[in-house]
């Protein structure tokens, strides 16, 4: 008698083996195929809808695959990938996910020949490693400090994005904007923090040529009796503050009670004189603009504006950094605890000004500020978010060349270099990882084939005459011109690709192929929705070998 096998059904499901490698390389290359369009200067636009009902016109990766509802585990990590590169360097969400993708599409052959996957993931290694070298091989070193090769750069690098067509515009505000906001921390290191220090204030109405940066700050706020206190102040005196200025009220549920009528009116001069108090310490530094995170009673808006001082209360925490950083306060939680050195001097303006239908206050004309707010104007909100989306990008871009001041050819012309390295390589590797890391160098050539896909030009000739051309590991600058199709060189045309943002790419694209080449085992433990009307619960079933011969089983 054969012996029973346990099946549970409905409740883990399992695939393994070759099916699991086949449909993951499928998923994979799905959400390759759907960004593969958006790569190069002349690529086309994605009109998303999201949950809202909202509508994202973008050519991004990563703005594109956020938007993707996916329920393939082996496409999710492709989108994870997109996401990854977009927060480590800012650049190069697209040409991530087309390499991990081609990474894959090659391997699929290697998987059909029985070949095991970990000789195809160390041939790929290998690989990775080889052509991180010639990325250093062919990098060229350049000075930060020469302002038309920098703008070059952050230009060649936004050039396939939407504003590519406002000019230099997008590549002068991120400049300046990372310029004003970086600092030196020694031994030639440059800490430029984006997410902190420089906000981007998005106002519709105007065009587009009016955005620019502030040599200092604005955010949503009016002073606190537009009547009485003073809207424009030059030279400031600023005191920024992290605590309320009204009477403090008990932690927990507090009841007074009073026995006589003279108690009470001795109770309220006694709130009056905390309030008084505390406003007494800070009129003390004779300041000109006292800003709160917290709220500001009217006892104390009638002593500042007695005094003749702007008051400002509500303000968010980061705003109140960025105000601190560009104007050189300290933010004091305790007003006893002021000093002379906490007041911020560097501003040379306060004003509100009115935009449309609302108030802005402006810090601005401050003598070294590190931190900025670039002011967006534009016809739309659909534009400005894409104007935003793309001056991310540029900023990025800025931030990793100060960082790390080196460059290598763009158009394609550097994936063709290291595929042309890498196939003469593979003759001098033995054994069977030699056939892996060819397919791995041939891989590389997706990105200037998509770049000529996208130009609408013969795709068979181009990469034929571009890869005799590079043939030798030679021409490491000759790639493909995005606008017109036609074979170039990179460094006349000034088409140039910050280091950092190529070597990040290679190394997710390959590290995250190897990954999903490993998976051999998709097991779900989510039941499956059972038809209507049928509520009795799924029980195991036992069945013989002989008939659970077609089953997926679950391991012992």
């Known amino acids: 008698m054969q012996s029973p096998v346990l099946v549970l059904k409905d409740s883990l499901t399992r695939e393994s083996g070759s099916k699991v490698h ?22 086309m636009l994605k009109m998303l809808l999201d949950a809202q009902g909202g509508i994202v016109v973008t050519n991004d990766g990563n703005a594109i695959l956020r938007e993707l509802d996916i329920a393939h585990p082996a496409a999710k990590s492709m989108i994870e990938l997109s996401r990854t590169q977009d927060e480590e360097v800012g650049d190069g969400t697209t040409s991530v996910i087309v390499l991990a ?37 062919i990098s060229m070193s350049i000075d930060v400090n020469d302002r038309s ?16 067509q406002f000019g230099d515009l997008i ?54 009796v537009p009547g009485k206190m003073k809207r424009k102040i030059i030279n400031p005196r600023i005191i920024l503050l992290d605590c309320p200025l009204e009477y403090k009220k008990g932690e927990n549920q507090t009841n007074a009670e009073l026995v006589r009528e003279e108690d009470w009116a001795v109770l309220l001069k006694m709130e009056e004189e905390y309030i008084e108090n505390i406003c007494v310490q800070i009129l003390k530094f004779k300041p000109d603009l006292v800003i709160t995170e917290k709220g500001l009673s009217d006892l104390a808006c009638h002593y500042f504006s007695k005094a003749g001082v702007s008051a400002i209360r509500r303000l968010r925490k980061t705003d109140n950094n960025r105000i601190a ?124 084939r998509t770049l000529a896909q996208n130009c609408g030009v013969n795709v068979i000739r181009t990469m034929t005459a571009l890869q005799g051309k590079h043939a030798n590991g030679e021409n490491a600058w000759t790639g493909i011109d995005g606008n017109s199709g036609e074979i170039a060189d ?3 045309l000034k088409i140039w690709d910050a280091y950092n943002v190529k070597a990040q790419t290679f190394k997710t694209a390959i590290e995250a192929a190897s990954m999903l080449l490993r998976i051999d085992d998709i097991v779900s433990g989510i039941k499956k929705r059972q038809a209507p009307g049928s509520n009795q619960p799924s029980k195991p079933t036992i069945e013989t070998e002989g008939d659970a011969d077609n089953e997926q089983m679950i391991p012992e």
Not at 110 to 129: M, N, Q, S
């Open 22 to 43: 086949h449909a993951n390389i499928q998923a994979s290359k799905a959400v390759a195929d759907i960004i593969r369009t958006t790569l190069g200067p002349r690529s």
């Open 101 to 137: 993708g081609e990474m894959l599409h090659v391997a699929e052959a290697f998987i059909d020949k029985k070949y095991h996957p970990t000789v195809i993931c160390r041939a790929y290694i290998k690989a990775l490693e080889d052509a991180l070298a010639v990325l250093d091989k």
């Open 149 to 164: 090769m920098m703008l070059g750069l952050v230009k060649s690098c936004i050039g396939t994005k939407f504003t590519s």
């Open 171 to 224: 590549a002068d505000l991120a400049l300046d904007a990372t310029t004003t906001v970086g600092v030196d921390l020694g031994q030639g290191i440059r800490e430029v923090d984006i997410k902190k220090y420089i906000k981007v204030e998005k106002i519709p109405g105007g065009q587009l040529e009016d955005s620019k940066v502030l040599k200092g700050v604005m955010f949503n706020k009016d002073v606190v």
């Open 325 to 448: 950083k560009a104007c050189g306060a300290v933010i004091v939680n305790r007003p006893d605890e002021l000093q002379e050195s906490d007041v911020g001097t560097g501003a040379g303006l306060f004003e509100v000004k009115k935009i449309g239908d609302e108030f802005f206050s402006f810090i601005v004309d401050c003598k070294d500020p590190k931190a900025c707010t670039i002011l967006l104007r534009g016809a739309s909100k659909d534009l400005l978010n894409e104007v935003e989306r793309n001056l991310q990008d540029a900023m990025s871009v800025a931030r990793n060349i100060l960082k790390h001041p080196k460059l290598v050819p763009g158009g394609g012309a550097t994936e063709l270099t290291v595929s042309a390295t890498l196939k003469q390589k593979s003759s001098s590797i033995e054994g069977i990882e030699k056939w892996p890391y060819e397919a791995a160098a041939v891989a590389f050539e997706a990105i200037p």
């Open 490 to 492: 990179m460094k006349e």
